[in-house]
């Protein structure tokens, strides 16, 4: 056998083993599923489930509500995204400065990074959705749509900053010692040449906290945000139905699973780039 029918041979077979793969996976899948519709469809309660949770005309009359107010979460995640990250960056640069003088401001930032990644998100929401209206501090915002956010980017800040500055402990020292050489300040070493290799690195844990940050905009509506829960609960308390949750879940579900599939994507193709693996 020549070594171009060999290679043809390796094809052949390495096609031939991916719809093998391909038939068994899809098999598998339609069987498991079938089989879990037809326990949760034959359980005597399934009936009453049906109409309390998923029954289409309730769906339909809640749709509009339920969205129009989605895109407040929207806005909410769009607008606290950017202020986590700046703040992220800002507070992991600070702790990862070796200069003296900074001490005080470091200890700042470490003591917000363990408060506030330690302390419930749903807490800091209250505290600041009801406690900093009750300062009456000039200046300060009344806003529940910026308290919200105000909240949410002290709760999300926390734990991006430790994961950029994660990312920037990991960036070799000989990177450092690089920029130094070509008589880059540290200052400039950092943004131009470690900053960037550390967010590269760091970029699927930061989707991840940015899938969960989509998801706990629906925790304002405990401070009075009338966003997508909040419409649901309205017209469930209104009706006594439980359907308009299930609108709710689907909104928050369909604007999270790009993300989550994007932040798969990233960490396959930073496995293949950093250890030559293959997925």
Do not use: C
Not at 24 to 52: D, Q
Not at 90 to 100: C, E, N, T
Not at 113 to 130: E, H, K, N, Q, S
Not at 153 to 181: D, M, N
Request: aromatic share 10%; proline share 6%; no cysteine.
């Amino acid at each position: 056998m020549t070594p171009s029918e060999r290679q043809l041979e390796r094809e052949r077979y390495r096609r031939r083993r991916t719809l093998t793969r391909g038939a068994v996976a899809a098999v598998s899948t339609i069987v498991v599923i079938g089989l879990l519709v037809y326990v949760v469809g034959s359980s005597p309660g399934w009936e009453r489930v049906h109409k309390t949770y998923f029954w289409w005309p309730d769906a339909k009359a809640a749709f509009p509500e339920v969205a129009r107010s989605f895109w407040l979460n929207i806005r909410l995640f769009l607008v606290v995204e950017v202020l986590v990250l700046i703040v992220g960056v800002l507070v992991a640069i600070v702790r990862v400065i070796p200069a003296p003088a900074l001490a005080p401001v470091k200890l700042l930032a470490v003591v917000y990074a363990d408060v506030f990644r330690g302390t419930p998100t749903l807490l800091i929401v209250l505290l600041v959705g009801f406690g900093l209206p009750a300062l009456n501090l000039t200046g300060m915002p009344t806003s529940l749509f910026w308290l919200g956010v105000i909240a949410l980017t002290l709760s999300y800040g926390a734990y991006v900053a430790e994961v950029i500055r994660a990312g920037i402990l990991s960036i070799h020292p000989t990177q450092w010692a690089s920029g130094r050489a070509l008589g880059m300040s540290y200052g400039q070493t950092m943004r131009h040449v470690v900053l960037p290799q550390a967010l590269r690195r760091v970029a699927p844990p930061l989707l991840n906290d940015f899938v969960s940050l989509q998801k706990d905009t629906a925790l304002l509506s405990t401070i009075g945000l009338v966003e997508s829960l909040r419409a649901a609960q309205v017209i469930s308390g209104k009706d006594f139905i439980f359907t308009p949750y299930v609108v709710a879940a689907a909104f928050f579900i369909a604007a999270t699973i790009p993300l989550a599939r994007f932040t798969d994507y990233l960490t396959v193709r930073s496995l293949r780039r950093e250890n030559g693996l293959v997925t």
